[in-house]
């Protein structure tokens, strides 16, 4: 019997919420089981944190996280990268828009599980604002952009001086002149700035914590889909950690992950107890090359994986 100690901490939270979870609407209309407040450790000394028991796309966590870490916000570099991650977000944008003139493409949740062809039209209709907004620059700027998400709050993040502030460098640069400081944080949660994004932050606030020459990441999680969302926050943050901790010449230590609404869609139930009946496997290796690069140097290219073994991959839509 394989031990993974890190995925077992993902498989108690998946099974406790299943039987303990409260009934509760949300605001895609798709209903959940819930609970409140969840803490979860994974120790990156004992291999990487990515699941097992089904396939992770390790290729769109790595874009995703250099996409945030560059400050962008337009879907447009994920979708060069082939990372859909974020697709439905600005589709809903443009499908809610006085723009647009196709099919009604509303109330999606529901839709989806109910009418086979809503479903085979909604994937057309996405697969062509997908290819214009790679094609189109204009059409890219409007409808591609996000507005005030990760990469803007991390990166940018305005001040009411109307100047920014790059948190990420400044908690870098911390680190390396003070790594004792508990002020170690970087937030994306700005209450002024939460009406206009696509989708308010869900990790809405990490903090460092250095001891013994080894770097500890913690997450404070607002809102946490479990089957979907909760695989790529634990696999995302754990990979900043590595790069962060290189950047400021550290080993790694904890990421720690507390989770405020942690959620299972309805229309999940049935892929999660299939994932909890699976095997597990070793945990894998994260490799990066050799010598040393800055923080912005990193390519997809520049992160891999050795010796990840998994369970295949399950489908399950996004509740938008």
């Known amino acids: 019997m394989v031990i993974n100690e890190n995925e077992q901490q993902y498989l108690d939270l998946a099974r406790y919420v299943l039987e303990n979870g409260h ?24 291999g990487f944190p990515i699941l097992t028991t089904k396939k992770v796309a390790f290729g769109l966590i790595k ?24 697709d439905e977000w600005a589709f809903k944008k443009w499908v809610t828009s006085a723009e647009y003139q196709g099919p009604d493409m509303t109330d999606f949740g529901h839709r989806w599980l109910s009418d086979p062809d809503f479903k085979e039209q909604y994937l057309a209709e996405k697969k062509q604002f997908c290819q214009r907004v790679l094609n189109d620059d204009e059409f890219a700027k ?25 948190q990420i460098q400044n908690v870098i640069n911390e680190i390396k002149k003070n790594p004792n400081s508990r002020r170690l944080i970087v937030s994306a949660w700005n209450p002024e700035d ?4 696509a989708l308010p932050p869900c990790h809405t606030m990490f903090q460092f914590y250095v001891n013994d020459g080894k770097l500890s990441c913690q ?19 754990a990979l900043l950690t590595h790069l962060i901790a290189r950047e400021c010449q550290l080993e790694v230590g904890d990421f720690v992950h507390t989770l405020g609404d942690a959620h299972i869609y309805n229309n999940h ?5 299939e994932q909890l009946m699976r095997q597990v496997h070793s945990a894998p290796k994260l490799i990066f090359p050799n010598g040393t690069k800055s923080l912005d140097e990193y390519t997809v290219d520049d992160i891999k994986l050795d010796g990840y073994q998994h369970e295949p991959a399950i489908k399950a839509p996004v509740a938008v």
């Open 142 to 166: 409007k409808y591609g952009d996000l507005g005030l998400v990760y990469g803007s709050q991390w990166r940018s993040w305005r001040t009411s001086r109307g100047d920014t502030i790059d």
């Open 219 to 237: 997450l404070y999680q607002r809102s946490a889909d479990i089957f979907l969302g909760v695989p790529f926050n634990i696999a995302s943050y």
């Open 23 to 46: 009934l509760k609407g949300d605001r895609t209309g798709t209903g959940t089981r819930s609970i409140f407040g969840y803490q979860m450790r994974f120790d990156l000394q004992k």
């Open 269 to 273: 139930i049935k892929q999660i107890k």
């Open 63 to 86: 874009s995703e996280l250099l996409w945030f870490l560059r400050g962008d916000t337009n879907i447009r570099f994920l979708l060069q990268h082939n990372n859909h991650i974020w």
């Open 194 to 197: 939460v009406p206009s994004m």
